[in-house]
């Protein structure tokens, strides 16, 4: 919408009468030119003082509005990247781990959790060594799932708001790598010993990356979308009796 210049140009006019105004009704009840002067110049001191102190405020609203722009974008962008790969592939990996069950027992996220659960197994996840051996689980089917995902994740890493995370970039990252590697091996029958621990560090990277940024995912989904939050819950893929149903 078009502003109209008059409106304006009257707005300006109304404004500098208002001030006329003011100013003589100071001059009346000051009574002194000087004192009226001496005051007009204080206030004129300070008016570039008041323009910067207003402007970087401005400025530091309008940026703290946009960063929790951009991060609202981002947690959609997570959000689809959980939906189409990231619960399926940390189902698939868990044929891949040794001590399981130790993992899944510190992240059965509830409707319960506070914040002194999700630190909890936040520093569980940061303490504890996953363990992955690369021949434990079906590496066929694990290339067949990520290899049709391709495309699906080169257009995330189109999304410029990726910059402002650098955790879910390398996971991405790290994903692509582990892609890379699988398509690069016509078949995994015969594999030398040194070649499977290879792939099992590839996966173990991609599981660390992966349940760290899930966790953080589920914190978000439960302070700002908890209907969201329900159903991860129910199908949390470290539960292997996660259901969809609700009982």
């Not at 399926?88 to 069950?101: A, K, S």
């Not at 002194?116 to 197994?121: I, V």
Request: glycine letters at 6%; charged letters at 25%.
């Amino acid at each position: 919408m078009k502003k109209n210049p008059m409106r304006v140009e009257n707005l300006i006019w109304l404004l500098i009468a208002l001030s006329a105004v003011l100013y003589g009704l100071d001059y009346l009840m000051v009574g002194s030119l000087r004192d009226l002067e001496s005051s007009f110049l204080g206030n004129l001191a300070f008016l570039p003082i008041y323009v910067l102190f207003v402007t970087l405020m401005i400025e530091k609203i309008l940026r703290e509005r946009e960063r929790i722009a951009i991060r609202q974008k981002l947690n959609m962008v997570i959000g689809t990247f959980f939906s189409e790969i990231g619960n399926h592939l940390m189902r698939d990996i868990c044929g891949f781990l040794e001590r399981q069950g130790e993992l899944e027992a510190h992240l059965q996220v509830s409707g319960g959790w506070k914040e002194a659960e999700y630190l909890k197994a936040g520093e569980f996840l940061r303490s504890h060594e996953v363990r992955v051996d690369s021949r434990r689980g079906d590496l066929a089917a694990l290339k067949t799932f990520l290899t049709e995902k391709r495309p699906f994740m080169l257009v995330l890493m189109e999304n410029p708001n990726l910059l402002e995370h650098d955790e879910f970039t390398d996971l991405l990252w790290s994903v692509f790598h582990l892609i890379e590697e699988l398509e690069a091996r016509r078949a995994f029958d015969g594999l030398p010993s040194s070649d499977l621990d290879h792939l099992s560090g590839d996966i173990k990277r991609v599981y660390t990356y992966l349940t760290r940024e899930w966790l953080s995912y589920m914190r978000h989904l439960q302070r700002d979308y908890p209907y969201l939050f329900s159903l991860a819950v129910r199908m949390n893929p470290m539960n292997p009796e996660a259901r969809a149903e609700v009982y």
